[in-house]
């Protein structure tokens, strides 16, 4: 960096702070060492290979491209799944904000230092979506019946958030929040006129959040809802810390 008129450089160590006042267009190295709870975590003099960020946060309404910082964050839960976080670490959604995606850890924390997947910001608990919005629909041979092409089978459909009825046949859809998948990718509704804003939701994912063969992890205050088997999956794995999470409406336990 180089400094301007009012720059000093900060040195912090066990004998208090000093400031040294930097001089005007002057090039200086920056010499960083961060630490997380007290423990070292890594230095810009380090190797490049033990830089490690510790926090990473996701906001839908970000562009693509982010790198996960506050400034910078990533705008899709796929980006975590990309990660390979270390224990310590947190990955965090912002609150107010709606994923229909699926978390699948791709890590384990350790005895006493969990990874954390949570909220931050302010606002509503951040809610996982196993279901997507159906639009596109097209008038069916039976008077008020919609259909849309959905290929992946959905367990659980809801209108405006409230839990639709399954049928046996197309012909059996005659009545709001009744509705049918069948095999030939086709998913059936009743509506008086074309149901493109009634916030239709199909079932499409099947589960919100996956942690198998994951252990020491963290999940905290975050709504998962509407997934065709289960919200949360823990499978082949110990010592995780499930707390203040609501789960609605999944089409199975969990």
């Not at 510790?54 to 400034?71: A, C, H, K, L, M």
Request: charged residues 15%; hydrophobic residues 35%; glycine residues 10%.
């Amino acid at each position: 960096p180089v400094a301007d008129s009012a720059a000093t450089a900060i040195r912090v160590g066990s004998q208090g702070v000093s400031q040294t006042p930097l001089v005007t267009n002057t090039n200086y190295d920056m010499h960083l060492r961060v630490y997380q709870n007290g423990v070292y975590k890594y230095s810009n003099s380090d190797d490049a290979t033990t830089w490690h960020q510790v926090g990473f946060y996701v906001n839908v309404d970000e562009v693509s491209g982010g790198v996960g910082t506050p400034r910078r964050p990533f705008n899709a839960i796929a980006d975590l799944n990309s990660l390979t976080p270390e224990p310590g670490d947190s990955l965090l959604l912002e609150r107010g904000d709606e994923f229909r995606e699926q978390y699948t850890g791709s890590a384990s924390g350790i005895d006493g230092n969990n990874i954390f997947f949570g909220p931050y910001g302010t606002g509503d608990d951040p809610i996982i979506n196993g279901a997507d919005v159906m639009t596109g629909w097209a008038a069916g041979t039976v008077a008020n019946t919609w259909f849309v092409e959905l290929t992946t089978e959905s367990k659980r459909v809801f209108f405006n958030d409230s839990l639709g009825t399954k049928k046996t046949l197309p012909a059996d859809v005659n009545s709001y929040q009744e509705w049918l998948w069948t095999a030939t990718d086709t998913l059936y509704a009743w509506a008086e006129s074309n149901p493109d804003g009634l916030n239709i939701e199909a079932g499409q994912r099947d589960y919100g959040i996956s942690l198998v063969s994951k252990s020491y992890v963290t999940v905290d205050n975050i709504q998962v809802q509407y997934c065709n088997i289960s919200n949360i999956k823990i499978a082949y794995s110990g010592y995780n810390n499930i707390s203040n999470v609501l789960s609605i409406y999944s089409a199975g336990d969990g």
